[in-house]
């Protein structure tokens, strides 16, 4: 079977959406993931967009040891030397530059002529070519281009040495049936489409995305460019883990293979949820909660008959348990260790002990114990070294006022204790810590969400913090306590914000200042 080359683009088009920067840590966790799982390329960033930008393509060039490592860059000589400078340390390197070819952004956009594009796109992918034998050109706006301009764009780059063309649906506009017919156009029209490999790239703006990235390859493009959750610009992207489970499910239909390992789908999917503080939907395509849940009376009987009734994949396909009830106050450290294994978390002895004693005084507060339960348990364990730790929280609230929150956080090691008045119980928590850890940033979003079932559920809150300087920090947190969840994730984003303001400085002792 032909390949289908995965192409991810979560820390470059992903980071673009609003308020889901990352930072560089961030970063380098996601780009380990995707390396682990098989991504063939990883487009780490936009090199000349800041210097930002440039460590982290830096950084992730020099930490990826199978994925090639992509830079984007403008059609200008300074955009593609900064991409060149930023992937030296690569393994493997591509970079990957572009132009528009619609009419509209030639007109309003750029002012340029088409004689004066296809000079641009001469120059600068043969530019291109002197650093790296692995460059992908992308005609911005291409489904809205003049089809036969298009195709002279096309062939251009790859006489100028482009060895990936990617025609993008940069604004969301196709179709299924119209952008299949654009992809067997160009490969029956440009004389020398044989010598390079046709990408899609595929924005959400109607929905299609994943359908029109279907359409390209049974049409003859050969790789997909996704995010993880199809996160992105406007609407979002192609969906990685939708394209890859429905090559890997729709054989008879997608007579492809590509490269991912599955099973890492769900635990990639919630790591970048932690991160950028955008929840999926429970009802998402493959990683969202109810992506294997099953209520109706009829759908329960057939699955306890036989699971293919329902289901057109497996669970552990995807990296999740057959059952959600496994685990109880009753179960025992063999049980506990192999489901904590399947999950995908590494965890030595001491630090299993430790989540092992939290598994148990979790079960006896809920009645059932959800793999959702041990995965927010196993990942709140990774902030045992934060700067500032939740110590303890004691809230007084209800009609009659004033709503006070009574919080002990330890920040650098030292204990220090604040007791702040709020309008309700939520603002005077987030007012208490503010008087601890002073900042001047400003709470964009505040999200709730439960994370399993029940009265009893897990609450999963999530939070963003902009900075003066329009920089925006995530945070997460979950507890059975819907307010002790919130202060997890308000702790969560200041320590982020330390990271990104000054990683040599600690956060300020407690002083005036601060606001919500």
């Not at 020099?62 to 830079?71: A, D, E």
């Not at 635990?267 to 109706?296: D, W």
């Not at 006896?364 to 700067?387: H, M, S, V």
Request: glycine share 6%.
């Amino acid at each position: 079977m032909e390949r289908i080359i995965i192409f991810d683009t979560t820390l470059r088009d992903g980071e673009q959406s609003p308020g889901m920067s990352m930072n560089l840590e961030e970063k380098l966790l996601v780009a380990e993931a995707l390396d682990a799982m098989g991504v063939d390329v990883i487009e780490a960033g936009f090199a000349m967009a800041s210097n930002g930008d440039f460590e982290s393509v830096h950084a992730i060039a020099k930490l990826i040891k199978n994925s090639v490592v992509c830079s984007l860059a403008r059609a200008k000589t300074a955009d593609i030397e900064r991409a060149a400078e930023a992937l030296k340390p690569a393994k493997q390197s591509r970079i990957h530059t572009f132009i528009s070819t619609s009419d509209i952004h030639l007109k309003y956009q750029f002012r340029l002529t088409h004689d004066e594009v296809l000079t641009i796109i001469k120059d600068t992918v043969g530019l291109a070519r002197n650093y790296t034998d692995n460059v992908e050109w992308s005609a911005m706006d291409a489904t809205r281009s003049d089809r036969d301009y298009l195709c002279k764009a096309v062939e251009t780059a790859i006489k100028a040495g482009a060895t990936t063309v990617n025609i993008p649906d940069t604004v969301g506009y196709a179709t299924p049936d119209d952008y299949g017919l654009l992809i067997k156009y160009l490969k029956d029209k440009v004389p020398n489409i044989d010598k390079a490999v046709i990408s899609t790239h595929c924005q959400n703006d109607l929905g299609l995305a994943t359908a029109n990235s279907l359409a390209a390859i049974r049409n003859g493009a050969r790789q997909i460019e996704c995010t993880i959750n199809g996160i992105g610009e406007r609407a979002g992207n192609t969906a990685l883990e939708e394209v890859v489970m429905a090559i890997k499910t729709r054989h008879d239909i997608y007579p492809f293979e590509c490269n991912i390992d599955t099973t890492h789908l769900t635990r990639i999917s919630r790591l970048v949820q932690s991160i950028t503080g955008a929840s999926v939907q429970v009802n998402k395509a493959i990683v969202g909660a109810n992506a294997f849940a099953h209520e109706s009376g009829i759908h329960q009987d057939g699955m306890l008959k036989f699971a293919g009734t329902y289901e057109i994949m497996t669970p552990e396909s995807v990296g999740l348990s057959k059952s959600n009830l496994v685990l109880g106050k009753h179960s025992g450290r063999h049980a506990f260790r192999e489901r904590v294994q399947a999950l995908g978390f590494d965890i030595g002895d001491n630090a299993f002990e430790e989540a092992f004693h939290k598994f148990k005084t979790l079960a006896d507060k809920k009645k059932d114990i959800y793999d959702e339960d041990i995965i927010a348990l196993l990942d709140g364990d990774t902030r045992a070294e934060a700067p500032v730790q939740l110590e303890s929280l004691h809230i007084t609230c209800g009609t009659v006022g004033p709503q006070t929150a009574m919080i002990t956080l330890r920040i650098n090691g030292e204990v220090r204790r604040a007791t702040v008045e709020g309008n309700g119980p939520i603002d005077a928590t987030f007012n208490a810590i503010m008087a601890l850890v002073p900042h001047e940033a400003i709470l964009k979003l505040y999200q709730v969400s439960a994370i399993t079932q029940g009265t009893d559920a897990q609450a999963e809150v999530n939070v963003r913090l902009e900075t003066p300087d329009g920089r925006f920090v995530n945070g997460t947190g979950a507890s059975i306590d819907t307010v002790v969840a919130s202060a997890l994730a308000y702790i969560n984003a200041l320590c982020k914000l330390q990271t990104l303001q000054s990683r040599e400085n600690p956060l300020p002792a407690a002083q005036a200042g601060g606001r919500k």
